[in-house]
């Protein structure tokens, strides 16, 4: 660690004591933002625990949807996003506007929205879900006879598949997941003809069927500490690979792709982190009328999980 690294960490330890913060940083984080981060984790584990926090201020190393969540959860903490430009394309491929509209043609159906989602968006939702805990909520909702599922076509693809039931999909995707191609995964097999290949569900259909597991990140992190395997290819955003080294030294990861990289997760660096608690910025707050009907499509979710 240089100088300048071991000074901005100080006074980032300083202040958060001060201002009674806590950081959280997402799987996909810069690795000096997840090594200073109090708590490391996917959007499921990262909302658990901006619920359970005692701080007065969390700080969120994440994208624009995370923070909103964790607002939506703990109205009366302050929520700061350290680069307020860290969004999420695959969240903005959907507005609430749009579902409305999608509600109308299936007045019936039940929404289940991807937790990459706007608070808008999940304000006009049943029931909010991610990668983690998607296949158990669907699979309890036997009776619901239409279900719409929004934004991201490939988790929803992948979810139809595991239980064997057509969902009405919205045409949304993760640009950096896309980057993964059946190619990649096709070659680092044939170069680690032992390895085990991991991928996540955001990943296209043809990456996920040559994949020994699809799992959330959280999911990939248990496997890693629990699995003989020794060599292991990551289909997931490449940030992942920092924390899967760091627990588990003795085994190699591979990223199924080099350019699987979130150039949103990356805006987040150490400076922009002291600066947010310095300036107390920026501050992520969801109206309250959203954020109430945004908090039973989480709530819903947190109960089943
Ligand atoms: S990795 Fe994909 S889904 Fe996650 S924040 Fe980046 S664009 Fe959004």
Redesign the pocket.
Known sequence: MGNREAELIGKIQRLKEQRNAVILA?N?QLGEVQDIADFVGDSLQLSQSAAKTNADVIVFC??HFMAETASILCPDKTVLLPDINA?????DMITAERLREKKNELPEALVICYI?SSAEVKAESDICCTSANAVPIIEKLSDVQEIIFVP?QYLGHYISSKIGRRLNLWPGF????MRIMPEDILRLKQRYPEGKVIVHP?CRPEVISLADKVLSTGGMCRYATQSEAREIIIGT?KGLIHRLRKENPDTNFIPASERAI????KLINLEKILWALEEMKYQVKVPEEIRIKAKSAVDRMLEVV
């Open positions: 997402h996909y994440g994208v969004g999420c394309p695959m969240a990459n991201d993760c640009p950096t997941h955001e955003e979130c150039p949103n997760m």
